[in-house]
């Protein structure tokens, strides 16, 4: 599928938007998962892990907290194990001096590994989904199903039209620098301002909430850990990925975003450019929601948890009968 210009530079602003938005989010602890579980080594997060039954992992997004998953912790943790992670860096859990992302999937590998979790089921928001993908196309037998919450392979693929990684390193290192250089006080003051995060959920509660998560994280691992996240690119990798894989996708708070400054966003761009980054992944089912933004869970839990339950109930049969949906 190809894009005319008009269109490249709406889903540009499209993916700009997600990367930035996810940037103030962060971090606190998820007090209604208890009874903490950390494998020896892992240093790149914290793992909070209720319930029983197949276990599932649930990664937030970029700056984001394990409460990220609250609602969806409170609905499965009867039929499922849950290990909620928090990310090093963020919602007050401390930095590593080692690179963010690639720690994580190192580790994270070794505590599926060390934990004995067979086959876990894998839900990912944001840059989390990213990581999933990652993870389950470098470790296909560890990987069991995979729950993606508007994320893309490649992000920087639509945020910065490249074509390659090496068309994105120079828009990754202006974006680092950006970011790293701005004093704490112009971070937390464009973190509390909202201007960025305010169509990323629809409560006004929420909206407050993801400020307040932002106002905990280290702004250094930030700052590299979303310039690495241009610098992923999992859109061949996922060729390899074994595992059904349900994706979700968001596209009305882009386009009411967007209208503010005069651009045009359709669903239809959005569905293109998710069908365009996931073309390589063999067992997928995509589905889009036309009334939450980007925190799905938070603005409709009913959708959102039905499309789940038929996912979660026969992995295999949703992928293979339901398609891509538009």
């Keep these: 599928m190809r894009f ?18 996810a940037a103030p989010v962060g971090a606190i602890p998820d007090r209604r998962v208890q009874a903490p579980a950390t494998a020896a080594a892992t240093t790149s997060f914290r793992v909070q892990v209720t319930g029983r039954g197949r276990p599932m992992i649930l990664i937030p997004g970029l700056m984001s907290s394990g409460e990220t998953w609250t609602s969806t912790v ?65 470790h296909p037998d560890l990987a069991g199903p995979l729950v993606i919450v508007d994320s893309l392979p490649f992000l920087a693929g639509a945020q910065m039209q490249a074509k390659t990684v090496e068309d994105a390193r120079a828009g990754a290192a202006a974006m ?48 590299d850990a979303m310039a690495d996240l241009m610098l992923m690119d999992v859109r061949q990798d996922i060729a390899k990925i074994t595992s059904p894989t349900f994706v979700l996708g968001t596209w009305i708070g882009l386009h009411e975003q967007l209208k503010k400054y005069g651009m045009a966003l359709s669903r239809a761009d959005v569905v293109g450019t998710f069908e365009q980054q996931f073309v390589a992944l063999p067992k997928l089912h995509f589905a889009i929601t036309d009334t939450a933004r980007h925190f799905i869970m938070f603005d409709d839990p009913q959708w959102f948890f039905a499309e789940l339950d038929a996912f979660l109930t026969n992995p295999e049969l949703v992928v293979r009968t339901r398609g891509f949906e538009k």
Aim: glycine share 6%; proline share 5%.
């Design 74 to 138: 409170a609905r499965y943790q009867d039929r499922f194990q849950c290990h909620v992670l928090t990310l090093a860096g963020f919602a007050g859990v401390p930095p590593i001096s080692q690179p963010l992302l690639a720690t994580v999937r190192t580790e994270l590998a070794a505590y599926i590994r060390n934990q004995r979790l067979e086959r876990p089921v894998i839900v990912g928001h944001s840059l989390g989904g990213t990581l999933a993908l990652a993870l389950a196309a470098e």
């Design 176 to 223: 680092r620098t950006y970011m790293a250089t701005q004093t704490p006080q112009q971070f937390q003051g464009y973190i509390k301002a909202g201007t960025a995060t305010e169509f990323m959920v629809k409560s006004p509660a929420d909206h407050e909430r993801i400020k307040t998560w932002g106002l905990g994280s280290d702004q250094r691992t930030a700052a």
């Design 4 to 21: 005319d210009m008009s269109k490249i530079r709406r889903v540009r602003a499209l993916v700009i938007t997600i990367v930035i938005s």
